[in-house]
């Protein structure tokens, strides 16, 4: 085991992916800290849900246990309908159940039911017990290295305590990975542009249990294409308290946030989804008209390079985690799933050295975690951009797209 005198494991951003991981360690009584941008763990506009896989339910299962994992699943909607049922918007007529998508893998990942939790939700129940060690308004820049560990920098210029290891999970627009890579991971702005909205349970009323996806490639300007996908779940429908919630996306230029800032959350989203659905039927109509204005938010739809994880030099101290080295379009559902994959992966083999008493040099573990990482990674982001090229009808050309995460290296 490693001394209590020991170091602490730092963790960059309080994503999914980081929670997830600092929950492995906290199992396993390894110590260590979470610096956040943000002030708190807020919850507006996290309400879109994600769906957990097969593969993302197992990785959750194995960093909580047992008993926390069952209240983890409890706290999960599950819904019934084995893929997506398409629903012309214009008509309001069911058009059948969609053939699996190109990965084959079926919506359905436990007891033949579609599994989805708002990201807030996942991230508050992954922060239970966790609380004290989480610093909040803690925007990470970069990160320098030391005789025998690594600290953070932030954007005040002050630094972190120092740490034994560095885990950059900061999501799309990591420093850490930009640092760690020198400028390798990248991550593109693929043009489109999205929006989330929630509507109270009634407005759902017309399509019944099941998800659904909707999509509109004749009415939209200059030939674009809208598309909605929402869950519609038996056990809550007829609750009026309750709110689903529906993810818009469009072709490139038919959202388009003023100035392009998509960070806008609230009325100007919420006047654009009911702008490009006016003419819509009244079957699928309610979800827009009768949308929470507030909660409306535009998302970007981002891709990290189709090539794979490139290669950098292995730091035995730093790493990267989830978004931060793999940004996945939303198109296939993967991105959450893989990062908590990475979460697992990474907790399992840092308690390997730790319970060797060797966590203090933590020798092979990145090196280990980014092995396996690169393969199951690469294959998913891959997936996802091919998905996404016919969902989104763009033909994203990365050679002229523009990257988020642009790296200037230190002078
Ligand atoms: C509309 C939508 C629908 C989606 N649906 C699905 C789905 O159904 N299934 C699925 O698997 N995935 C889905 N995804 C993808 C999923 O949300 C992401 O893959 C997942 O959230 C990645 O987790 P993460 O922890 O790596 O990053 P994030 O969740 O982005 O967390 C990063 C954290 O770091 C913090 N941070 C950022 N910069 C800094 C900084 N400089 N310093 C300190 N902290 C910082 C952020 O505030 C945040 O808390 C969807 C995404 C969107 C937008």
Redesign the pocket.
Known sequence: MGSTAQKPILI???????LLFARSLHRQKIPFLV????ASIVFRAQG????LSAV?LDAIESVLGREDFDRFYDACGKTGGAGFAAIDPLTGETLGVEAPSVSNEPLTSRGGKVV?IS?GDMRKIFMEGLEDNVRWS????GYEKTENGVRLIFKDGSKSEEGSMLVG?????S?VAGQLSNGAIKVYDLGSR?I?GQAPTTAFKGLGEGVFRLVDDTTQPNGGKVFIITNVRADDMHDPNINFGW?MGGSPGVIKPENDDYTIIGKPAAKIAKSLTSHWHERVKPLFDNMIEDDAAF?KITCSSPEGVPEWENDPRVTV????VHA?T?AG?????T?VRDSDLLGRLVGEVWVQGKGDSWEGVTAAYEKEMREYASAAVKESFGMAMGQFGGDFDLSNAPTVNEYVAPN
């Open positions: 960059s951003g309080a994503g999914i992916a980081s610096y956040e941008r943000d879109y849900r994600l769906r993302g989805g990201r803690h925007h990470v820049t999970g900061e999501g799309v627009k420093a999205g989330h993810t998302w985690i989830g978004d931060a996945m939303p559902g993967n991105g959450a799933n990062a």
